[in-house]
């Protein structure tokens, strides 16, 4: 019997991610290859260059007219499913899907217990702003970003 207490949380999360972004934007066909591709990416950004920078960098992508990077991953600190959060960018998701991407890794923080009590992604970028914070973190998002890279190269069709 297996429990709780031996489960992979960040496999768990990276199945709900997959199934909710499948949900939401499953027809859209831009929108999933642009996950795909930026799960297949960001994790080099990860890896190489740290989560602070590629976050900061996912959202300077993420802006457009419609709602800044900032507006769109803050909804990744509340406690809404992420299909509700999905659902609440929809229409201002771009092809490439950095916003999604973004998302995703802001929720893992928080459910990873990597970051607490963080109002706004700026407070997330502050408390990540120290090396001991920013290894762990790199260490729990890196397992994180190779189960979503999997999941969505095994989940979302190629259209090319």
Request: aromatic share 8%.
């Amino acid at each position: 019997m297996i429990t709780n207490q031996v489960r992979d949380k960040a496999l768990d999360l990276a199945i709900e991610c997959i199934e909710a972004i499948k949900d939401v934007f499953g027809s859209n066909g831009d929108v999933m290859d642009g996950f795909k591709t930026r799960c297949r990416h960001e994790i080099a950004n990860l890896y190489y260059n740290g989560i602070t920078y590629t976050l900061s960098f996912i959202l300077s992508k993420s802006s457009d007219k419609g709602m800044t990077g900032f507006e769109k991953l803050n909804h990744a600190l509340s406690n809404d499913p992420l299909r509700d959060i999905f659902k609440k960018v929809s229409g201002n998701v771009s092809k490439e899907a950095y916003e999604l991407y973004g998302i995703c890794l802001v929720r893992a923080l928080k459910e990873l217990g990597v970051i607490t009590k963080a109002n706004n992604v700026i407070d997330v970028l502050g408390q990540l702003n120290d090396v001991n914070a920013e290894v762990l973190a790199d260490d729990k998002l890196l397992m994180f970003a190779e189960w979503l890279k999997r999941l969505a190269e095994a989940t979302i069709r190629s259209r090319g």
